[in-house]
């Protein structure tokens, strides 16, 4: 009985000694990327964890008006907020109708749709497409491309969820009166609330953390979002790291910020599309 106790508190033990490093290895690059931003250039050539002798917040105003980071903030904004609104919001009405027509053709279908999550993209046929379509280097042509990485993974995502819904709640609906559209906004869609922000917020992560889309096709530095924006900012300031810390902390904010605010709908979202009824 003792030996049983002495290595159960071992086992607990030994778990909390990993979990202390495996935390450690995500916390100390994030404060060795804060503690730099607030630092002089001086200081900054070994990259230490070591507290600034002068708190320098005017690197982060440096930043703003060298890197150009207001116009790519608003680049962005609008890519990944324009491209995340679209996606989810047919995406969820993509879900509910594969999930409710349980045919053959129709599970091919969203099996195809799905895939678009594991198949590489094929860059040279993608570029071709978007020549011929006069998309290249436009506003328009980004959030379609974002749209197009985001759909297969929001469809899947929401489907788990629509799946647990009562089909006997869309019975009750149609004989109350309500068409197919009036079904689905009023009756189906508020019941998604969970599952369409947590796809919305996912989906918006992942729109303002790309970087070869824009890369390969928005030419024009007035239009590339903030992934672009640091990495010219990079080459410009190579040996700056405090400019170049600073500049990742104002990228990284306003997804942190957002992932922060709606993390309980992210948790229960994903928690409870799950399991499939």
Known sequence: MVYSTKNKFLQIFMK???AWLASLMVIIPVLLVIFNAFKADGETINMTLDLPKTWMFSNFLT?????????????SLLYAGAGTFVTVFFGAMAAYVFSRRRSKGMGALYMYTVLGMVIPINYVTLTKTMINLHLTNTKPGIILLYMALQTPFTIF???????KIPVELDEAAIIDGCSPIELYLKIVFPMLKSAVIT??????LNCWNEFM???YFLHSSEKWPMTLAIYNF??????????ICADVILTCAPVLILYLICQKYIVGGQTAGAVKG
Do not use: D, T
Request: glycine share 10%; aromatic share 16%.
């Open 16 to 18: 909390n000694i990993l």
């Open 63 to 75: 930043v703003v008006e060298k890197g150009k980071l207001i116009q790519s903030f608003l680049n």
């Open 157 to 163: 995502l929401i489907y788990g969820f629509v799946s």
């Open 199 to 204: 796809a919305g917020v996912l989906c918006f």
């Open 213 to 215: 889309m824009p890369l």
């Open 234 to 243: 990079f080459g410009q300031y190579e040996m700056k790291w405090n400019l």
